[in-house]
């Protein structure tokens, strides 16, 4: 599999990189899941609709931001491993998470749906070639190859979920 290489993605996503293994994206990302699972397991109920400041998203909202963003990077995986040589576009976090009315779904939908997308995520990845790993696409306006986007994932995920143990818990 591809071996990161901090000029395959922009600068911003740095923080989200420190820690991960360089290379075995792959296992990372599917201990990941279990790992993602089992702390969302353990959240009570009651704190799913919390918000530990006013105008911060909820707990609901936050992993629906992941789940969104789960899949719009899986989504630029597939773009740029295919060849796309068209601009991808970026997305307005705050606008997306209030478009997916997280808090009206029951928490068990949005950790079922994450799951799926990372699955499905996990068997895309399997499926392209070492070659396809090394094209380089744009997304967000910037330049971003392939084989940098699991790790993004692998990256926010862990941001995310870190700000949930350490503000809403």
Same mark, same amino acid.
């Given at each position: ?5 901090e000029? &395959?993605?922009? !600068?911003?996503? %740095?923080?989200?990189?420190e820690g991960?293994? @360089?290379?075995d ?12 699972? @089992? ?5 009570p +109920?009651?704190? #799913?609709?919390h918000a ?10 936050v992993?629906? /931001?992941? =789940? &969104?963003?789960e *899949?719009?990077?899986?989504?630029r995986?597939?773009?740029i491993? %295919?060849?796309e040589?068209q601009?991808l ?5 705050? &606008?997306?998470v209030?478009?997916? /009315?997280?808090?009206e779904l ?9 799951l799926k !997308?990372? !699955? =499905?995520? =996990?068997?895309?990845?399997?499926? *392209?070639?070492? +070659?396809? #790993? ?5 997304a967000n306006?910037?330049?971003m190859?392939?084989?940098?986007v ?8 862990? /941001?995310h979920?870190r *700000? *949930?143990k350490?503000?809403?818990?």
């Amino acid at each position: 599999m591809y071996q990161l290489n901090e000029n &395959d993605y922009a !600068a911003y996503y %740095r923080p989200y990189m420190e820690g991960l293994p @360089s290379s075995d994206i792959l296992t990372f990302l599917e201990n990941q899941k279990q790992e993602v699972l @089992s702390f969302l397991q353990t959240i009570p +109920e009651e704190k #799913w609709n919390h918000a530990y400041a006013p105008e911060k998203w909820t707990v609901k909202e936050v992993c629906g /931001h992941v =789940l &969104d963003s789960e *899949i719009i990077f899986g989504y630029r995986t597939l773009c740029i491993a %295919r060849g796309e040589t068209q601009s991808l576009p970026g997305y307005e976090e705050n &606008d997306y998470v209030e478009n997916g /009315h997280f808090k009206e779904l029951d928490y068990q939908q949005i950790i079922q749906t994450w799951l799926k !997308a990372r !699955a =499905l995520n =996990l068997s895309l990845f399997e499926s *392209i070639s070492e +070659e396809a #790993w090394e094209h380089v696409g744009t997304a967000n306006n910037n330049r971003m190859k392939a084989g940098a986007v699991p790790f993004i994932i692998a990256g926010h995920t862990r /941001h995310h979920m870190r *700000i *949930i143990k350490e503000r809403y818990l």
